[in-house]
């Protein structure tokens, strides 16, 4: 089986990442790679299922088929997160971009592993960092108890009183996530993050960091920036936006808008459509009033082939009238078979979905991973 390591290695060859200054790779071999690759893994992945299916009698045979079934779904894994904002090999968390190393290394060496993974791209790698808020913080950590490993992170210290993050920012010495009485070797010049031994009163453990030798062998996580939103765009959440009313564009019909979404031009690898819902790393709510904003009204990318049919998402998922997010009763479906965000008139003025509009509305339009 191809190893995690190997297939990065490879993709990266494929992609001009490698220390060579001058290779020139044609997008289409990426994007052909990539695919090569993914449909590789899914069947060697669908074939250690069925072994493992036929071959339940045995105990020991099912114990390496699962382990082996295990590495190709982590595999397949690290090529579908490439949907979100972060390129191979980072996974998106919060709105940062990391890498958790499956090797072990001393401080200084993972350091140099991580700025090693920028592949001459513009955007720095370094070891991970905390203080970017409770939330992003929050995020990382719970990462780090999700997968409970100890990890470096990017603090260190000169004298064993002042640490700073790789980044030159002094480290937050009243920050709630350290661990109890840390730092407290004075010998102990860098920062693990780590899962606490003890679990608070609702038997949950959580991530916290504390100090260690920089010449111990730990894993390691590496941060870099997520890619920035194109010209007129604008990031909410996880992902990036083109919204018609602040631009002071006029209102147009739904088809009008989707050809105006698909036309914009974004960064290579990705493409624009109209924006839509039910992601799993979206918070619909606060998203459907931020791409609504004061104009009360937005096309969104749902739509159905005739009036009071279930509703689709333009990628293919599915939006039933049964839905809580409608402005309207279930049995009474409106009047368009294209949708788009209202605002009700409850006391609430919450924004939901609609299709009660023939005429022109403002919309929104979201880039998406080709």
Known sequence: MVGLFLTILLVSEICGFSIEPHQDVSEIAVEHALIVKTDQLAKEYLQVNSDINIQNFSFAGTDQLTTEKNQVNKELN?????????????????????????????????????????????????????????????????????????????????????????????????????WRDEPNEVNNKCLVAHVCEETDYQNRKWGQIYDSNCGNYSNFICQTGNINCPDSF??????????????????????????????????????????????P???????????????????????????????EWIDGRSLPLSSIDWCFEEEDCGVTNNVFLDRDNLPHNRTCLSTYHRGGAYFACQMFKD
């Open 78 to 178: 690290i090529f579908h997160k490439a949907s979100s904002m972060c390129e191979l090999p980072f996974e998106q968390v919060g709105n940062q971009c990391y890498y958790f190393s499956d090797s072990q290394r001393s401080f200084d060496d993972a350091l140099a592993y991580c700025k090693s993974l920028a592949f001459g791209h513009p955007r720095e790698v370094t070891l991970a960092m905390l203080d970017y808020g409770w939330e992003e913080d929050q995020a990382l950590l719970d990462a780090v108890m999700d997968k409970n490993i100890t990890f470096w992170v990017g603090g260190t210290t000169e004298d064993g009183d002042h640490w700073t993050w790789v980044d030159n920012r002094e480290v937050d010495m009243q920050a709630t996530y350290w």
């Open 281 to 311: 790393d979206q918070d619909d709510y606060p998203l459907m009033d931020h791409l609504v904003g004061e104009h009360f009204s937005s096309w969104i990318g749902a739509t159905a082939d005739n009036v009071c049919d279930d509703y």
């Open 234 to 279: 604008q990031r909410i959440g996880n992902h990036c936006y083109f919204l018609s009313a602040s631009v002071g564009l006029p209102t147009v019909k739904w088809h009008e808008a989707r050809d105006y979404c698909q036309s914009l031009s974004v960064h290579k690898g990705y493409h624009a459509d109209l924006a839509v819902l039910g992601l």
